[in-house]
């Protein structure tokens, strides 16, 4: 029912109230009804007037019959018609601004009253303008961007990225802001990475992706706001090495980023108003926070466009998973400085300390790659044309002008540089909260080639990768990672029991398998 008819009906249920609820014998409501008709009131439309008899008894009627919303005034037989202007005036309004689409309404009632000698309200004629789809939008003069949907078929198609203020942390006793770094998959609204960090930058967001990838691979597009640290040579070059397609927002047209603006409210309202409303917490313990409630509460509530829960999605939209060598992707995101090795100590300068190199790159200038998470003990020189030349590694000038050799003086009691190392690791950890990525998890023990090679010859196949089609090589590609423990005992096993030697029959056969186990 609608507010409006819901009004009539309150207003008519108050005027009959005495007989509804019975505060009358039923022998005086024909009496109570005769004086209700002599009473002047004030209807719901502002009119004043007085109920006629008839109407009093058909709406007790009404509500005796069908109830409470039979008491709401019945809608004109002829609602969403036009009552004071004939169908032929209306369609040659719509003639005149389809054949002109920049034509107003002055200018069409014009011709309406030159025509048939009347003129129709601005907001009448565009209402039935609208419903004949006799508008300039429709008609083509209004040009707007067509707005894609940011969601796509599978799970891993489309990352989008961003940065949001956080609650703010102790430090060393004092509150310190945070900020949310988030990556979430467009498909199925599940937050790949996402956590709070003292900074903003590019060290962060490097951060933030390496942790995705080393749990769900890489994405085929990574969609990013505009700001000055998403076109950072670094970013852009390694999603080029992964072949990541690295999209940005057009300037000043926020709507395509809608999926991590809402996913950010949510946190807002779900999270963070938690968060703040108890003790300040240290970023360690924010964070512990923020994954179970990742995990116990966003990814397992149904999501109220989808109509799944994220967790649910994405395991359902999953078909490949884009695995990349953990130490390559790192190294793609590696900084590197133009440097000229000095002369006389076979040295190179980076951020005011100095690395060692080989003496036979004396006086060239070389390219200096290094590891901005890391601790600087170490950095990789190359050519300038791309060749590994060897590492330089972190030393102190000898006095004499000579260049360093080989052999290390004595080592002394106390060691200065392991000092300064040790702190510099604890500042960079305390700061950035960043991943140890020597830390990082192998991949499995049967690699995916292996698979392949090992199913081909089972097909009497030769070959690995070459003996299928890509259509093939997705299915076995899938049936991998669906099965952790799979190895070449378990693959066999699956084959020969296999009722035909397909690439579906033997997934049957690994299925049935795990039920079994568990």
Request: aromatic share 10%.
């Amino acid at each position: 029912m609608r507010p409006k008819d819901e009004k009539w009906a309150v207003f008519w249920c108050g005027l009959l109230h005495p007989i509804l609820f019975e505060e009358i014998d039923a022998s005086e409501t024909n009496q109570y009804l005769k004086g209700l008709a002599q009473k002047e009131v004030v209807f719901p439309d502002g009119r004043e007037g007085k109920p006629s008899l008839s109407t009093l008894r058909r709406k007790l009627n009404c509500y005796r019959r069908k109830g409470f919303t039979a008491l709401a005034r019945r809608p004109r037989a002829d609602r969403g018609k036009a009552r004071s202007v004939s169908s032929e005036a209306l369609a040659f309004a719509i003639e005149l601004k389809c054949e002109q689409p920049r034509r107003s309404h002055k200018s069409i009632n014009r011709f309406l009253n030159e025509r048939f000698g009347v003129t129709v309200p601005k907001s009448t004629l565009y209402r039935h303008l609208r419903a004949a789809g006799a508008t300039r939008l429709k008609l083509g003069i209004v040009r707007k961007p067509v707005r894609k949907r940011w969601t796509r078929e599978h799970t891993h198609d489309l990352w989008v990225g961003d940065f949001e203020e956080g609650p703010y942390v102790l430090v060393d006793g004092e509150a310190t802001a945070t900020h949310l770094s988030a990556f979430i998959d467009c498909h199925s609204r599940y937050v790949v990475e996402a956590r709070y960090y003292l900074r903003q930058n590019l060290d962060i967001l490097i951060d933030s992706l390496l942790r995705a990838f080393a749990v769900h691979g890489v994405p085929k597009q990574l969609y990013l706001d505009n700001a000055k640290v998403y076109h950072a040579k670094a970013l852009k070059a390694a999603c080029c090495r992964l072949h990541v397609n690295l999209i940005y927002r057009p300037a000043g047209d926020p709507s395509p980023g809608g999926l991590i603006e809402a996913f950010f409210r949510t946190t807002q309202e779900g999270f963070e108003a938690e968060a703040r409303k108890g003790d300040i917490l240290e970023l360690k313990a924010l964070n512990r926070a923020f994954s179970a409630w990742l995990e116990m509460d966003y990814h397992g509530f149904e999501h109220s466009e989808i109509k799944q829960t994220p967790k649910e999605r994405y395991s359902d939209g999953l078909t490949v998973i884009r695995q990349v060598d953990l130490n390559e992707a790192h190294a793609s995101f590696m900084r590197s400085e133009h440097r000229r090795v000095h002369r006389d100590f076979a040295d190179v300068q980076l951020d005011k300390r100095l690395y060692r190199v080989d003496p036979k790159l004396r006086g060239d200038k070389v390219e200096v790659r290094y590891d901005p998470f890391g601790i600087l003990g170490t950095v990789q020189i190359y050519s300038l044309d791309g060749h590994y030349l060897g590492e330089g590694v972190l030393h102190h000038r000898q006095s004499g002008g000579t260049p360093a050799t080989d052999e290390a003086p004595g080592k002394p009691k106390h060691n200065y540089l392991d000092l300064l190392v040790n702190e510099h690791e604890e500042l960079l950890d305390a700061k950035s909260c960043g991943i140890d990525y020597r830390k990082i998890t192998r991949q499995r023990a049967w690699p995916y080639t292996d698979f392949v090679k090992t199913f081909a010859h089972l097909l009497g196949k030769k070959g690995g990768l070459s003996a299928f089609n890509a259509g093939e090589l997705e299915a076995l590609k899938k049936l991998y990672n669906r099965d952790a423990n799979l190895d070449k005992r378990r693959l066999q096993r699956a084959f020969a029991k296999a009722q035909y030697k397909t690439i579906v029959y033997v997934a049957y056969e690994l299925r049935q398998q795990t039920q079994e186990e568990e």
